[in-house]
Structure formats: C-alpha cells, structure tokens
Nanobody
C-alpha cells in the first residue's frame, strides 16, 4: 500500500511563503508523476500543480503560476510545493497524489495523503 505523508502547512499572513513536502513509501517513486490538490471549505477539491516522473515537465493551475513551484527529489521520494506571495484565497487543505500524469492532473488517482492545512490571513 502506497503511503503519502504531507507536512509543512501552517498559518501565514498574505504575501508570506510556505513550503509543503510530501514523502512517499513508493519504491518506484521516480516512475510516477506527482501532484498537489487543495480543498477549501465548502468547495470541491481542485488541481494546483503536477510534475512528471523525471521532474522536467510541470503543470500549474493558472491562478498559482508564477507564485507556486513544484519540485521533486527522487532520491528522497519526496515532492515539494513552494508557495510564495500567498493570498487569502489560497487557504485550503492541501493534498498530494501520485500516479500517471494524466490521472494526476485530473485527480483520478488511487493514492492520496491525509492533507495539510494552509491558512492565509489578510
């Protein structure tokens, strides 16, 4: 069973930064795309960013492009999300996921972490 464990959430003021991490037990980590999704209260879960297995190709939700950066360290089986210039509308629980890139981008995957809360105050 693949396990994904997110960390790094917290509370910051608008304009601040946070860095999220997602570590996995998956031994073939480097062959899988990874992604980040978020879910705000009362809203559906939405795609934030994804990265392919070798880290060359990245994909972003339009509203976070230029502010968020997804990266990965295959030696550590970990994916990161650096979030800068945070806005109150970025407040949500952030989840990481793993799978084929098309499924990661669409959110149609079998493996999800437990989520980490990000709160941005104005």
């Amino acid at each position: 069973q693949v396990q994904l464990v997110e960390s790094g959430g917290g509370a910051v003021q608008a304009g601040g930064s946070l860095s999220l991490s997602c570590a996995t037990s998956e031994r073939t980590f480097g062959t899988h795309a990874m992604g980040w999704f978020r879910q705000a209260p009362g809203k559906e879960r939405e795609f934030v960013a994804a990265i392919n297995g070798n880290g060359i190709n990245t994909y972003y939700k339009e509203s976070v492009e230029g502010r968020f950066t997804i990266s990965r360290d295959n030696a550590k089986s970990t994916v990161y999300l650096q979030m800068n210039s945070l806005k109150p509308e970025d407040t949500a629980v952030y989840y990481c996921t793993l799978g084929p890139i098309t499924k990661v981008v669409s959110g149609d995957t079998d493996y999800w972490g437990q989520g980490t809360q990000v709160t941005v105050s104005s």
